[in-house]
Structure formats: C-alpha cells, structure tokens
C-alpha cells in the first residue's frame, strides 16, 4: 500500500481513499468540495488552514491502515 504524502493532491487521496474524508474534516479542513482542493496538495491545504502537517499525515496514513 502507497503511504499519503504531502506532495499528494487533495482530491486525489480523498477520490482513492474515501475513508480520509472524516480525517481532514477532523483536522478543520471541511471544504474538500471547493476548487481549491482540486488543485492544491495536502501541505498547501493545510498551510492555508494552520494545521500541522506531520500530525495530519499522520493520521491520513493510519486511515488507510485500517
């Protein structure tokens, strides 16, 4: 299985691992929907929203673990 990373498109994690969904809503990144999320990383995203990255990561991948 291919660990998420930063560099990885928003949209794209989510459209291959719907389980992730509930994570970046968790971390206060509720707007998968708008255009930014299509185009922008995951680091981006959570830069614009000051959400640790590492800790976000963190538990993308553990989504996908289970």
Same mark, same amino acid.
């Given at each position: +299985? %291919? /660990?998420?990373? %930063?560099? +990885? ?6 459209? #291959? ?6 994570? !970046?809503? /968790? !971390?206060? +990144?509720?707007?998968?929907?708008? *255009? $930014? *999320?299509? !185009? ?14 590492? *800790? =976000?990561?963190?538990? =993308?991948? #553990? *989504?996908? $673990? #289970?």
């Amino acid at each position: +299985m %291919k /660990n998420i990373t %930063k560099e +990885m498109s928003i949209i794209e994690v989510v459209q #291959q691992h719907p389980e992730t969904v509930d994570v !970046f809503r /968790n !971390f206060g +990144m509720g707007c998968l929907g708008c *255009a $930014a *999320a299509r !185009f922008e990383n995951i680091e981006q995203g959570a830069s614009a929203h000051g959400i640790d990255i590492d *800790a =976000l990561i963190t538990s =993308l991948n #553990q *989504a996908i $673990a #289970q």
